[in-house]
């Protein structure tokens, strides 16, 4: 817990009055979040676009201005978390089954802030299961899809549900096993008829902020 929230920390330092605020989903997004409402609450100035209903909701308990993304055409900075981060800063997110519209946010921010504990720092991607968000419809026929790209495919189910999103979707997910090639893998994935967005983030972050067990953090 004390690695996620010093990173999450470090990451609101770079936020300045005025900006455009993309708050991300998970446990160490949470942290960035609570930080966030204790500055605003000190004075500072900002409004915030959320990446899921659970953040949304975060936010509002928490009185943080909340703007709708429809308003906005470009976000100052995002800070998210993440399920694994490469050498490269490629990402895999989604494990909180958000990561479409953590992709959307992201790709509005000119600054994208990664935070993590030392864990989900890899050499190369793939341990962690690729979450695919499919549509409903024809799911079982898109599982097979996927399987042909060299992934084991599991419904991700929750209390003997299917796991709905945030966007009335299904999510898959796909264990590719050491992911050697993730800019081919995500264009191979969200071509197929049915998938909507996958949890690969190329090249997206353009700063990553490593928490450590003893309250240290290291940025890259
Ligand atoms: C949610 C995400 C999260 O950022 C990711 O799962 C990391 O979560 P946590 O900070 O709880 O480990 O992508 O869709």
Same mark, same amino acid.
């Given at each position: ?51 899921? /209903? ?9 009185k943080i201005p909340l703007i ?8 100052? /900075? ?22 479409l519209r953590e992709k959307i ?22 341990? *962690? ?7 409903? *419809? ?14 084991v495919p599991q419904l991700r ?18 264990? *590719? ?13 969200? &071509? ?23 309250? &240290?953090?290291?940025?890259?």
């Amino acid at each position: 817990m004390e690695s996620k929230r010093a990173a999450a920390e470090k990451a609101v330092e770079y936020i300045r009055n005025g900006m455009i605020i993309g708050l991300g989903t998970g446990s160490t997004a949470y942290w960035a979040i609570q930080k966030l409402g204790i500055n605003i609450k000190d004075g500072l100035r900002v409004k915030a676009v959320a990446t899921s /209903i659970h953040t949304e909701n975060l936010a509002k308990e928490l009185k943080i201005p909340l703007i709708s993304i429809s308003e906005i055409e470009e976000i100052d /900075i995002t800070v998210d978390g993440a399920d694994e981060v490469d050498d490269e800063w490629n990402l895999i997110k989604g494990g909180g089954g958000a990561h479409l519209r953590e992709k959307i946010v992201a790709s509005m921010s000119k600054e994208l802030i990664i935070v993590v504990d030392e864990s989900k720092k890899v050499n190369r991607l793939g341990k *962690f299961p690729l979450p695919v968000e499919i549509v409903i *419809f024809n799911y079982e026929n898109t599982q097979k899809k996927l399987s042909t790209l060299g992934c084991v495919p599991q419904l991700r189910i929750r209390d003997n549900k299917p796991f709905l999103t945030d966007n009335g979707n299904y999510i898959v997910d796909c264990d *590719f096993g050491s992911i050697g090639q993730p800019r081919e893998l995500h264009t191979a994935i969200n &071509s197929i008829p049915g998938v909507v967005e996958n949890g690969l983030f190329i090249k997206m972050a353009t700063k990553v902020i490593i928490g450590y067990q003893d309250g &240290s953090v290291k940025e890259q």
